[in-house]
């Protein structure tokens, strides 16, 4: 099941620059990017305060969240697209799931599940250079 996921989200990765799953055009399933910041948690985002981005729909919690997001959108975005930053690290795509997040030197990264971000975490620097590695080469495509 696992090796379907990286295998089918790779190839919505080579059209997709934001992940945003299937279904929807939600970028990090609804969930609020700012509260990551600003209240150390996934906070769902309402449809009431939406912005479109990249090409995907992002949802906040309020209409605060929403400003400082269209004002600095590079900022909040999760790295990646919001796909996991582990799976990007080893040149494969595989969503990144709104409950398992870091914020690392100022930015925002997702993982698949927490096993995946409990190995991410052990070597954040490390995962990070080959992922930003794998991230540029997908850009160009």
Not at 18 to 26: A, D, E, L, Q, S
Not at 97 to 115: A, R, S
Request: proline content about 4%; charged content about 25%.
């Amino acid at each position: 099941m696992l090796l379907f996921i990286f295998s089918s989200a790779a190839v919505q990765a080579e059209t997709e620059k934001i992940y945003t799953g299937y279904f929807n055009n939600k970028a990090v399933d609804g969930y609020d990017v700012i509260a990551y910041f600003e209240q150390a948690k996934p906070v769902e985002g309402s449809a009431k305060y939406t912005f479109e981005y990249q090409g995907a729909d992002w949802y906040f919690s309020s209409q605060s969240n929403l400003d400082k997001f269209k004002a600095n959108p590079t900022k909040y975005a999760p790295q990646y697209g919001g796909y996991c930053a582990w799976a990007m690290s080893n040149d494969k795509a595989a969503p990144g799931n709104p409950p398992f997040w870091t914020i690392y030197k100022e930015k925002l990264y997702l993982n698949y599940d927490q096993n995946v971000l409990d190995t991410w975490r052990a070597d954040k620097d490390g995962f990070i250079k080959k992922a930003d590695a794998h991230w540029a080469s997908m850009e160009k495509e």
